[in-house]
């Protein structure tokens, strides 16, 4: 049986797989359609490790340099509060759900460089309100921030606290009841069968 996965010398560092000088194992297909073409990666031999080792020192500084950095951004970012304005509906319904990009556009705006994929959405975000999301640099960088998705115009809040929502926050419809309704006017007509007789002056005399 054939092997499902190889293993490559990295050439250059590569998002959560290593970094230069690494020896990693990756699958067949990966390495094949991605990495090789790629040139980041390529077989391993101790004359190529010795070739990248000054290159692999630069790496681990930079990388010790990273972790640095973001040991203070996540530092920094415990409390943090940041407010998007979206066009929603009169229910609070946004047109556009809030995206990991929006949120680490906003928080990078504000000084906290953090990438798309660094932001863990706890749940879809398409209406208004306020949310917790997890920022993730590594297992051991992490922070919460919070979340205020707020309207670009005002809302009438007697008919937003009519609306319920499911657990995604899609609105839940309400059908109208139309057997009351319908009772309501047949009670109105009983005993009502023909119209009142108008009274002459006969009667009055």
Known sequence: ????SVQLLLTENVDNLGIVGDVVSVRVGYARNYLLPMGMATEP???????????RAEAEKQLAELRK?????IGRLAGVEITLERSCNDQGILYGAV???????????????VKPREVRLPQTIKRVDTYDVHIKFDSDLEADVKVW?????KIEEDQREEMEFDNEGNLIEKRPDK???DKAAVGAGEGDERPARRRSRRDEA
């Open 99 to 113: 995206t990991q990009q929006d949120i680490a556009t906003a928080l990078t705006g504000l000084g906290y460089p």
């Open 69 to 73: 950095q973001r040991e203070g951004i």
């Open 149 to 153: 998705v707020v309207a670009d115009r």
């Open 1 to 4: 049986m054939a092997s499902k």
């Open 45 to 55: 031999s101790e004359e190529r490790l010795a070739a990248l080792a000054a290159k």
């Open 179 to 181: 057997q009351k309704g």
